[in-house]
């Protein structure tokens, strides 16, 4: 049996959900923002509820409303707002907040005789002119890691955080690459690795050239760059020949596997000689990424990778197939080269592609894999280890540390826009404008829901912080409209100091692309929800435990 | 005319070469120079007329030095740095002795040498290698880190740095594939938009009023002499017509804003130009095309009647002092 809802209850329900999830999120907005907790699906007498402070993992967490048309509104919005954290990691308190005004506003319009489809359209036209408004205000930011800590600052308000995460986008730049790990110690702690690392493995523990640190290092070694099964020991017996005949004393071979008796014979090999081998596991989990990994290694280290689905065999190697570097390192997680020795021209240009291709990448996990593959190949990695009193601590700081760094990734390509809801709030007069210029109903109607929803950021940071938002409202507009000596400032509410000041003077500033995305994510999504007429709902499965 | 004083003594004429000379702030009183040969580190204490030794403590026969550097405080620090492979070497007595930092592991190949204009307060040094890129010291020289996040190219072929490093924290490397800028003290450093097919880049001259007009000049090998005046943002050629072969060295003037004065070293030829690159007159070359000339040095500025001296090939080292 299916069960067919039609309007008003279409409308109700979604929005019942919807304000559910928007009501979880809403808190978290703001530099005084609280948190929510959230019970463990896997019970734990030892670690207490999940402590979360973003909006994306709230909702994330949200899985199922027990009212079904309450809950085909909010896993709407839910996965608006897992589409966004994806793609810019931080932004979902807003555009939650914004999703919320259009579609409660759109909602009235509709049912006192609107037009949805007319709505939408005029809601997506006036999104672009904000956008537009929003391009107009963008401010590029100040380098340095001071500027860099104050913006990571108005993201996480975690001051430490923010400095060590100031410092590390100082150095590893836009595309740099940046390893959050849960710490052993109270605080915070970074480590800059120089050169490229992979994750893989070394491929026996024979193969250690420091014991101590479970760990083995070449230097000036000659790279066999490949994905073959390598079983039969002969075959290798080619390729340490041409090593030896080309007076190579260190040999890293990669492989996809080695077997024992492969590793038996390199390791009689380098017995009571100079010459030193490993052997290494190809990184990669997946075909496209072992690919792709080969490939950054080789442009690296020069050489060729001989890839076993091209019928590349060990004992068609030449001396050329190989790569080179000054050093290279393996433990049992990781294979790094440091100063390879492939050509800087074509390294330059590898990456000039790669960056062409995250640029136009629109599916989050292509972006995210781009960005690692970019950050392996920019001569360095950060890893900032965040540690704390507890577990819980511990797990909801990384997550800070997560998110930020995505912030200012953003910020570093696109830039800041003055916060706090300020930039939104300076959109209005363009609404206002389209709105002088038309007389069609339901268009002044999408021009009027936009102008309120612009509101919505800032009176919700206010009201988190225990302010009256109507009276900070007031106060922003006579501000703005009779004591501005600066008519380009943009005034909104330092909810720290219990003012209205120019934020952008005050250094109160959003991440652009944030702050972009969660308004086309916001205004797109409540516009197409508006259109929703018709909920159906299967019946669901009775789920039956016991063995047949 | 000119003329070419004193052809140091030769250790082994056909396979010596003068990498780099470094001369004291003081040169007109003290005299004081050094020169970077691969038959060792040499001294002069009278302006590069007679040259000695500056390095035997170490009994290990001739020690090839591949670049030389004297502190901006010389006259009170009495600093010196000389790269050698694998390892820097510092002095701190106006080279009568010499202590040993080790770079790193495999031994770098050092080719240039870059001091801090603020040296006496922050004691920062960078050094640029052949295969390893950038590494720095922070304490003088006592220890070294390598400092190459996003130097694409670890052939370090020169280096230069801003006047106003204390404030702008702004360094150039010129490499194999082009040129790169640091803006946080070589911490990290990003790629310039320069054409690849200009690179190498061979030497490189920052304006000592770079704060204000942004101006580098930078000498390829086979592309000669591009200008930039926006920081490297865009490149200019300037003496195409003139300057047609690898550019060794590039020297500008202390009041470069008020009289912009650019000497640039080819291996046969000194050309200087008055008017900041863009007409260029021969200053010096006879006799030259024989040696191939490696390294310059200006240590009064570039003015008609001040002193040049310029490294060879071959280990030669002519003092110029007249014009």
């Known amino acids: ?548 | 005319m000119s003329k070419m004083e004193n052809q140091t003594e030769e250790i082994s004429p056909m396979q010596d070469i003068v990498f780099s000379l470094a001369t004291s702030p003081n040169f007109a009183l003290d005299g004081i120079c050094f020169a970077a040969r691969q038959s060792g580190l040499y001294r002069s204490k009278d302006g590069g007329r007679t040259w000695h030794s500056a390095c035997d403590q170490f009994n290990s026969g001739p020690l090839p030095t591949t670049a030389v550097i004297v502190s901006p405080a010389f006259e009170t620090d009495k600093s010196v740095f000389a790269g050698v492979a694998g390892s820097m070497l510092r002095s701190l007595d106006g080279g009568q002795t010499w202590q040993v930092a080790m770079l790193g592991s495999p031994p770098p190949q050092v080719s240039t040498l870059v001091i801090s204009p603020d040296f006496i307060d922050d004691g920062l040094l960078w050094v640029g290698t052949l295969e390893d890129g950038v590494f720095c010291s922070q304490d003088r020289g006592c220890r070294w880190a390598a400092w190459n996040f996003g130097l694409l190219d670890l052939n370090i072929l020169c280096m230069a740095a801003s006047p106003d490093l204390a404030r702008d924290e702004t360094l150039f490397v010129g490499t194999e594939s082009g040129i790169f800028r640091s803006t946080n003290g070589g911490r990290a450093w990003r790629e310039i938009d320069l054409d690849p097919e200009l690179a190498p880049v061979l030497s490189m001259a920052v304006s000592p009023d770079y704060a204000k007009d942004g101006v580098l000049f930078a000498g390829t090998e086979s592309c000669g002499l591009m200008r930039s005046s926006d920081r490297g943002g865009t490149w200019q050629r300037v003496g195409a017509e003139t300057i047609t072969e690898a550019v060794n060295a590039i020297l500008l003037s202390r009041e470069f804003h008020a009289k912009p004065d650019v000497l640039v070293l080819l291996s046969d030829t000194v050309l200087i130009s008055h008017d900041g690159g863009q007409s260029w007159s021969r200053l010096h070359s006879s006799g030259w095309s024989e040696y191939g000339a490696t390294c310059v040095a200006a240590p009064d500025g570039l003015s008609p009647d001040a002193t040049l001296l310029v490294g060879f090939m071959g280990g030669h080292i002519a003092r110029i002092n007249e014009r």
């Not at chain 1, 007076?247 to 090999?269: E, F, P, T, W, Y």
Request: with cysteine; proline share 4%.
């Open chain 1, 1 to 548: 049996m299916q069960r067919v809802v039609f309007q008003p209850a279409t409308y109700q329900g979604m929005q019942q959900g919807i304000n559910q999830i928007v009501a979880a999120v809403r808190p978290t907005l703001g530099p005084r923002a609280r948190l929510v907790a959230i019970d463990r699906i896997v019970a734990n007498k030892d670690t207490g509820p999940e402590l979360l402070g973003n909006g994306g993992t709230i909702a994330r967490r949200i899985i199922q409303l027990p009212n079904r048309d309450g809950d085909m509104g909010a896993m709407f919005l839910r996965g608006m707002l897992c589409e966004l954290q994806d793609q810019v990691g931080d932004g979902t308190a807003t555009a939650a907040v914004l999703f919320q005004m259009v579609f409660d506003q759109g909602v009235r319009h509709s049912v006192s005789g609107g037009n949805a489809m007319r709505l939408r359209n005029y809601l997506e036209r006036g999104m672009c002119i904000i956008l537009e408004e929003l391009n107009g205000m963008t401010l590029r930011p100040k380098q340095g890691k001071e500027e860099l800590a104050k913006i990571a600052e108005a993201i996480c308000y975690d001051p430490p955080l923010s400095k060590m995460l100031g410092e590390i986008f100082d150095i590893i730049g836009e595309y740099g690459r940046l390893e959050v790990r849960a710490g052993s110690s109270r605080g915070l702690e970074r480590e800059y690795v120089t050169g490229s690392y992979w994750e893989s493995s070394l491929l026996s523990r024979y193969m250690f050239t420091d014991q101590a640190r479970q760990r083995a290092e070449l230097e000036n070694v000659a790279i066999l760059i490949s994905d073959l099964d390598l079983q039969d020991p002969d075959d290798l017996v080619f390729l340490l020949t041409l090593a030896k005949q080309a007076d190579i004393q260190s040999l890293v071979i990669m492989a996809r596997n080695v077997s024992d008796r492969a590793i038996g014979m390199l390791l009689a090999n380098q017995k009571d000689s100079q010459f030193r081998v490993v052997a290494v596991k190809a990184p990669g989990a997946t075909v496209d990424d072992a690919s792709a990994a080969l490939g950054d290694v080789s442009v690296l280290a020069g050489g060729r990778p001989l890839v076993a689905a091209a019928g590349d065999t060990l004992r068609r190697v030449k001396l050329e197939d190989l790569g080179h570097a000054r050093q290279a390192w393996a433990d049992l997680s990781y294979f790094g080269i440091v100063a390879g020795k492939g050509n800087p021209r074509a390294l330059r240009a590898h990456l000039a592609t790669l960056r062409a291709a995250h640029r136009n990448a629109e599916d989050p996990d292509v972006r995210r894999r781009l960005q690692q593959r970019l950050g392996r190949l920019m001569g360095g990695s950060a890893i900032l280890s965040v540690g704390g009193a507890t577990e819980t601590e511990i797990a909801v700081r990384q997550k800070l540390a997560e998110h930020t760094a995505d912030a200012l990734r953003g910020v570093v390509r696109e830039g800041l826009l003055p916060g706090g809801g300020a930039a939104l709030l300076a959109c209005r007069p363009a609404m206002q404008r389209l709105l002088d210029g038309t007389i069609d109903e339901d268009e002044r109607a999408a021009y009027r829901i936009l102008s309120r929803a612009l509101e919505e950021p800032l009176r919700t940071i206010v009201t988190n912080a225990g302010y009256d938002a109507a009276d900070v409202m007031a106060e922003i507009r006579q501000v703005g409209a009779s004591g501005s000596p600066n008519p380009s400032a943009f005034y909104g509410f330092d909810v720290i100091s219990g003012q209205v000041v120019d934020m952008v003077r005050a250094g109160i500033l959003d991440v652009a692309s944030v702050q972009k995305a969660a308004v086309r994510s916001a205004i797109a999504s409540a516009a197409l929800a508006l259109t929703i007429d018709v909920l159906v709902h299967h019946k669901k499965p009775k789920l039956d435990l016991t063995p047949q």
